[in-house]
Structure formats: C-alpha cells, structure tokens
C-alpha cells in the first residue's frame, strides 16, 4: 500500500507548500516530514476531497476517472501518452516560473495536486512504472464516485428470441457433491458415473468448505453438511465460494490454461462482477451479449490492469495459442464473465438460463427471486420450450414428496435424489454403482465384491441393514436380510467360474497325460476322458500331447484354432 503520505515524501518543502496553496489548506508545520503528516491528514477529507476534485477541468477529471477505472494504476508510458507529460523542474526554476499556475497537460495538473504519482511497482514481468492515486487518496475519491454517479445498466433486456429454450436453475451441486463426498471415502479419485455439475467446480468447493483435504474425508464436516436441509446447505455453499480465496474461478474455466507464478486478484475480480450484476433487474430476461460488450466498453480493466493483458500467460485449450494482449479479451475476461454467470451461479442455483436454439449456446439469464423453489425433478428443468413459467408443476411437486429408498429382493438399492442425502452417502459404501435411466435416482447392486469392500472399511452388516430399515420406504425383503446375515458368517458360498475342459477321446490318454510333467497343469477330473485345465495352461497341454501323438484344437472363445487338422483332442 502507497499512501499519500509516503508518496509527498519525495517532494521538497516547496513543493508541498504549492499542494497546500492548490488545495486551499494552511500548512503550519515548519519542516518537510512534519508538513506530510499534515497535508495527509487534511487531503484525506471527503469533503475537501470532493470540492478540488469537482473543480478540476473536464480533461483533468477525465484522467482522474481512467486512473481510477483502472484500480487507480496506469503504466507511466500508456497514462502521459493519453493525457500529457509533465515537465521537469528543479526547486529554484520552479519556484521561478510557477509551472502548477499554467499545467501543460492534465496529468501536470493533477501531478501538483498530489492527485498523481509516479513510481515503480512489482509486475509479472518484473518492476514497471505507474501512474498511480495514493491509496487512501483513491479510497475516498471511488467511494465519492459511487455515491454520485446515477446507476447505469450494463447491457440491456433480451429480445424474445433470445430466450426460447429455458434451463431453469436447481439445486444439483448438493447431489454432486454428496457423490463425490461419497467416491472420495471410497478412495476414488472421481466418481465412476457423470456428474451434472464441474466436476472440478465440485472437487474445488469441497475443499474451500474443508468438507475435504488433499488426502482425505473431513468426517464430521461432511456429517454436518449432509444432515442440512437443502435450503440451508445450498445458501452455506453459496457464502463460502463467495468469500473463498482458494476457488480460482479463471483457472477452472475449460477453454484456457494459465501458466506461470503470476497471481490474479480472486475476491477483487468476483466483487467487481458481483458490482456489474447489481445493475441487471431481477426477474427480467438479460441478454449476456450485450451484457458482457458493455462491460468491455466501460469497464475492461477489471480484472487486468495494464501492463498485466502481455505479463499474464494464458493459453487457449484448443489449439494451445497464446492469449497475450488486450486483443484476447473476449476469451479471457469474456469468457470468465460467461462462466461466472453460466456456470457457477446456474450450478449455486442464482440464475436460469436461455438459449436461441434446442442444445445451443447460452443467450440470455435471469435472476431468481428469493422464494423460488429450487427442488425440481431433473426432468423439470431441462432445455424446454416454456416460457416464463415460475409455477410448480404437479409432476413437480410429486417429485419433491418422492424420497423413496426401495429395496428389492435381489439386492438392488434405488434412492431417489430427494431422499436425505447423509442416507445416500451411507447406503452408496455397501453397493456397486449403477447407471439409472431415471435422472432423479441413484441405484447401487449389493454384491458380494462391494460387501468386501464396505468390510475392509470397517462397516458391518448390521450398518446397513439399520439403514435401510431407518430410510427405506418399506420392509427389508426377508429372503435379502437373510442373505445379508448368511453372509456376515460364512461369506460367499456360491460361484460361478468359466473353466476351460479339456475332453480326449480315450481314456487311457488322460491318464497318460496326468502322469505326464504337464500333469500339474490339470485340475480337477470330470470323467473319465474330461479334466479341467488350469487357467492359461492351454499351450502347456497342447505341447505335451503333441509329444505323445495327439493334436488338440482350443475351442476356448478366446483362441482362435490353432491345428484345424483331424485330431483325437479338444479344450471347450
């Protein structure tokens, strides 16, 4: 941080003398350091500070307002180019001709008003020198410029056509999230079935709500997320991204890479977007065209500053292509703002979305109100051809009393997304996953492969069988829980083995052959002239037969033939 204070102590008494006349302060201190303290303390009022910054000329304002557009810093090169040098002089030539009387340029004007500085400042790309406001200085003048400039809506309502297919918002993150909690405390890096949300997006805001680590489950934060009603965990979900640090949503977006040690401003960026959505009417139809163009015309720095559009290495995915320049604007900053609203706050449940055409690219969004409900069928909230609709449907409201757990008697758990989800995240550790046709459930297959697997994380029977009975929507089949209990003690007791046979036409040759070296390759005996043959054996065999005068053909599915000469042996 750069006050006015540290930036007037480059200057010599005479020179802050000059501020103080141009501002219209007495200065009482008798010495330099004492006379910055002081002009600090009396530049710094918000009145005084709007009556010189008022009186400047229109070219002098308009330099102030493009220094502050641009978070108060501007390259020294791109800022004197703009709006004029500033002479050099030395304290006695100064104090001569009195130059701040008769400015040259706007940026002379300002310079003497302590309005502007001149320094280097860490970059990217090294150290670089800035037109800068003091910071405390521009605290007060952007603060001023928000209470006095009228409102101006960026962009402008969206034509009809604009808004054809509708995708409402909903609530899915939750269910997202609570498949991924539940792949991760399974020890998969990602869940085995598609998610309908960012897959990063979700990993990301697992671990900004230290729902989990790098390493592992948080277990009671996950416990406590999961026991939430959905209102409540979507609206918590919401704060933490908004006020996290560690969700970078620049570098979630698909279509670019970035690269280097260069940091851009997270919470800074999404405020500034947060500030130009506040300026969309709630509950009207937006297009993001025009939308995101008037946020390039009047305010394109919001993110970068300049001299950061060349330092900032960013890569387009497609075709791995530099993005470098403000040229690229569209797919940097355009594109993050699209992402915002198209994605994070669609996934948070803000907004509904539009588009022109069935499948096609998103074209206008709407804020929601408040109260609208955000627990819809999936189904629901598809791409239709519905207009504004804001009522719930019937198929709508079945769908949100649907909270069924059904348990069939061959061991297959469907859930319906409506259910608690802490019940889901339980039940999911016992069963394989399954795709469901149905959007709204999730279905898992008891197995005795997903029963090893929830035993060796210490989960018993017992776990799930309380489950079941505490969520399910009717009575345990009998013939399940049997099974189940049967299990716990004896583990599985029936297979089913694809073995490969070998059949020779007499007997004496299997005895001859079990005899044989090649003996330790057959297992068990069938017949008299069949035997089983060890799992990848069949060239073992095949060998030793041939030395005793016998060709075999594999009939195996999953070799071709290898002899198709007459022969007295053959594995099936």
Not at 121 to 147: C, H, M, N, V, W
Not at 188 to 215: M, Y
Not at 472 to 484: G, H, Q, V
Request: proline share 5%.
């Amino acid at each position: 941080m750069t006050t006015l204070e540290q930036s007037l102590q480059k200057h010599d008494f005479g020179h802050l003398r000059i501020v103080a006349q141009l501002w219209g302060v007495e200065l009482r201190a008798a010495e330099r350091k004492a006379a910055c303290t002081e002009l600090s303390e009396k530049l710094t009022n918000s009145v005084l500070n709007a009556e010189v910054t008022e009186a400047l000329p229109s070219e002098t304002r308009r330099a102030l307002d493009s220094l502050s557009q641009n978070q108060g810093r501007i390259l020294w090169g791109a800022f004197t180019r703009e709006f004029g040098k500033i002479r050099e002089f030395g304290a006695g030539k100064r104090d001569r001709e009195k130059p701040y009387l008769t400015p040259i340029s706007a940026a002379e004007t300002l310079f003497y008003r302590a309005l502007l500085a001149r320094a280097f400042f860490d970059t990217p790309s090294g150290a670089q020198e800035f037109a800068y406001i003091p910071d405390d200085l521009f605290a007060i003048i952007r603060k001023e410029k928000q209470l006095n400039t009228p409102v101006q809506e960026l962009g402008h309502l969206a034509r009809p056509e604009e808004r054809t297919h509708i995708i409402l918002a909903n609530d899915h993150i939750l269910d997202d999230l609570t498949t991924s909690l539940a792949a991760k405390r399974l020890g998969w890096e990602k869940p085995p079935l598609p998610l309908e949300t960012s897959p990063r997006f979700v990993r990301d805001l697992g671990l900004a709500a230290h729902l989990i680590s790098d390493e592992s489950i948080q277990t009671d934060a996950v416990k406590a997320h999961l026991k939430q009603d959905r209102a409540k965990a979507l609206a918590q979900l919401m704060r933490i991204w908004r006020e996290s640090e560690s969700l970078n949503e620049l570098r979630q977006m698909p279509t670019i890479i970035c690269e280097g040690e260069w940091i851009n401003p997270i919470l800074d960026t999404r405020e500034a977007i947060f500030g130009f959505l506040a300026q969309v009417p709630r509950g009207k139809w937006w297009s993001l065209k025009t939308f995101i163009a008037d946020i390039k015309e009047k305010h394109p720095d919001f993110q970068r500053k300049a001299g950061e559009y060349d330092a900032w290495f960013i890569r387009r995915t497609e075709d791995d292509a530099p993005l470098r320049g403000f040229e690229y604007w569209d797919e940097v900053e355009g594109a993050l703002i699209r992402y915002f609203i198209t994605g994070v706050l669609f996934w948070l449940g803000s907004v509904d979305l539009a588009s022109a055409k069935k499948d096609g690219g998103i074209t206008a969004f709407r804020f929601r109100g408040k109260n609208e409900n955000l627990v819809i069928a999936r189904q629901q909230h598809r791409r239709s051809n519905s207009q504004d609709s804001q009522k719930e449907t019937a198929s709508q409201k079945d769908a949100r009393s649907d909270v069924k757990i059904v348990v069939t008697s061959s061991g297959q758990i469907t859930i319906s997304r409506f259910a608690p989800r802490v019940a889901r995240y339980q039940i999911s550790r016992f069963g394989e996953w399954e795709k469901s046709k149905n959007p709204d459930e999730y279905k898992y297959q008891i197995t005795p492969f997903s029963l090893e697997r929830a035993k060796a994380q210490a989960l018993k029977i017992s776990h799930l069988l309380g489950l079941l009975k505490k969520f399910a929507d009717s009575k345990i089949p009998p013939t399940l829980e049997r099974a189940l209990r049967r299990w716990e003690i004896s583990g599985t007791e029936a297979r089913v083995e694809t073995l490969s046979v070998l059949r020779l036409s007499k007997p004496e040759d299997l005895s001859r052959l079990r005899e044989s070296k090649a003996g330790r390759f057959l297992g068990e005996v069938l017949s008299p002239t069949r035997v089983v043959v060890k799992a990848g054996a069949s060239q073992k065999i095949m060998s030793a037969l041939i030395e005793m005068g016998i060709f075999m053909k594999d009939e195996s599915p999953l070799n071709p033939p290898i002899f198709k000469s007459k022969n007295r042996g053959s594995t099936e």
